[in-house]
Each structure stands twice: as C-alpha cells, then as structure tokens.
C-alpha cells in the first residue's frame, strides 16, 4: 500500500501506510519515498523512532495548484486532500 500526500495545515503530509501505525510526518513536493522514521530527543543524544515502513509516496498531479488555490487563507484553512484519503 502506498503512502499519500495530503495537504494540512499549509503542510504536506502523508500517513504511514502500515495498519499497526498511526504515524504522519511532513513531506516535500518532489520526495518519492514515504519511510516512517523520524528523530526525536535532544540534538546530542538523538533518538530514531518509526515503525521502519518504506513505500511509493503519491502526489496529487497539479502540486502547484493545490498551494495556490490554498494560498492567502489562514493556515488553519490551508487543507486538502484526495478522494481516497478523505
């Protein structure tokens, strides 16, 4: 199953496609990969936690679009996602 990029909060983000996790972590236009790992702690003693889940990250087809048609709203306004996901 593949991860899916949505739009929150004026954010890219996609959720961690594995059922047994409840991960979502930013995004970049242009990325192509979803890996659910992040780093948490403080910068000395840094802390990689996820549940290690790889898969294909989808964009919607008009990227640039989307931030337009989003832009100048409050952020919390800043939301968008495909009909799959919502």
């Known amino acids: 199953m593949n991860a899916i990029a949505y739009m929150n909060w004026g954010r890219w983000v996609a959720d961690c496609p594995s059922a047994e996790c409840t991960n979502a972590l930013l995004v970049t236009p ?10 948490t702690g403080p910068a000395l003693y840094p802390r990689t936690e996820g549940c290690g ?15 337009a048609s989003l832009a100048g709203l409050p952020d919390s306004q800043q939301n968008w996602q495909p009909e799959e996901v919502a």
Do not use: H, K, M, S
């Open 53 to 67: 889940t790889t898969e294909v990250l989808v964009w919607p087809e008009d990227v640039e679009g989307i931030q």
């Open 30 to 39: 242009g990325q192509t990969q979803w890996e659910c790992l992040y780093t």
